[in-house]
């Protein structure tokens, strides 16, 4: 694991190099290629079936942009299942990959304390690199058993930079306003963290299509879909706002959600705290918004006209 204490955003400049900040910047990476690829050397070494793999893959390397729990155990298998053929080609990139995942990383995370203004707040990220399963999704971990907020990203992940920016923002942000809850969090909550996180993102690589900040596969018409249907995903979703757990938390991130569209709460995520951000709230000041007033945030904003 490689740890870098970002001291301040003029780190390369030799006026702040003499000057210890009270409150440093922290990022933990922690580069788990390597158990992919013995987990890879030992699933080639000899013919074994798909069961076998997957037995394997989960006691040797496992990680995969799931929720917890036996659902995300079979989405895990397909997206293994799905990717394994691609892997003889990606093997060959992986030392490229880790080392622009590392400098990308660093420079995210300095983007993301900048834009949240997080100058004299102590901030320790954790940022595990793994090889994923050509999904270009990501997630990030509230911090737990002691151990600070993690954030966790494919090195092959195709949206790699938007990605870091997304997620990183997610592990600020848990720490400027305590957040504790994971998956299954109320709805309003959700939306708000993801939707603080897609405006972020936009906010620290400008200048792209809003598809690039909203949509896990660049090549489907999931914003357009979003944009058609939001009055009725708004609609749809505003009595649920204050539920939590696993199954409505499934329902509106890798289900069909009220409308047939999946990851409508990324949606209303998008359009609500874009709302927001027009009534003239900024991001450091959401971003300190505590946890436990998310909903009623969001609420509010959706019933503003």
Not at 215 to 241: F, M, R, S, T
Not at 290 to 299: G, S
Request: aromatic share 6%; net charge negative.
């Amino acid at each position: 694991m490689r740890r870098i204490v970002v001291l301040c955003a003029a780190l390369l400049a030799s006026g702040c190099a003499t000057h210890m900040p009270e409150a440093p910047h922290v990022l933990d990476i922690d580069n788990r290629v390597p158990r992919f690829e013995t987990f890879y050397a030992d699933a080639t070494a000899k013919p074994i079936d798909a069961d076998a793999r997957f037995a394997l893959w989960k006691k040797e390397d496992g990680l995969a942009a799931v929720p917890p729990g036996p659902d995300g155990d079979e989405m895990a298998r397909h997206l293994l299942d799905a990717a394994w053929s691609r892997y003889p080609a990606l093997v060959p990139q992986l030392p490229a990959l880790e080392k622009a995942a590392e400098e990308e990383g660093r420079n995210s995370f300095q983007k993301i304390n900048a834009l949240l203004g997080t100058e004299g707040v102590p901030i320790e990220t954790r940022l595990v690199l793994y090889v994923g399963q050509f999904d270009n999704n990501a997630f990030t971990a509230p911090a737990m058993g002691g151990k600070p907020v993690t954030v966790l990203m494919p090195v092959e992940n195709a949206i790699l930079k938007i990605a870091l920016a997304h997620e990183l923002t997610h592990s600020v942000h848990m720490q400027l306003a305590h957040v504790k809850n994971s998956f299954g969090a109320p709805v309003g909550e959700t939306m708000f963290l993801e939707g603080l996180a897609m405006r972020t993102s936009q906010a620290a690589v400008p200048g792209l299509d809003e598809k690039a900040y909203t949509q896990i596969d660049p090549n489907e018409h999931w914003l357009a879909n979003c944009y058609a249907k939001q009055d009725a995903v708004l609609k749809g979703i505003l009595p649920d706002l204050a539920k939590s757990g696993q199954e409505i938390g499934m329902k509106y991130t890798f289900g069909q959600g009220n409308t047939g569209m999946q990851r409508e709460a990324y949606c209303a995520a998008w359009i609500v705290m874009g709302k927001l951000m027009a009534s003239g709230k900024t991001l450091p000041e959401l971003a300190r918004i505590p946890e436990d007033k998310m909903v009623d945030t969001i609420r509010a904003a959706m019933a503003a006209k």
